[in-house]
């Protein structure tokens, strides 16, 4: 079990082509910070069906793709 399993079914059950969080809006689905262990853990999001785009430091958002 990941401590991102929440923020994977959030991103899987909203099945958009591409959704966009903000750091604070993922705190809140995973119920932990985002912190540097996310780019490790952000392969594990392939198992969904997604896979993470762009990661924004400045507007602080994360880009997520469906995969095709």
Known sequence: MSKYDALWDYV????????????????????????????KYKKELTDYGYQVGKISMKEQTVVFHRIA
């Open 12 to 39: 899987q059950k909203d099945g958009s082509p591409a959704l966009k969080l903000t750091f604070a809006q993922i705190q809140e689905i995973a119920g932990i910070p985002i912190d540097h262990s996310f780019l």
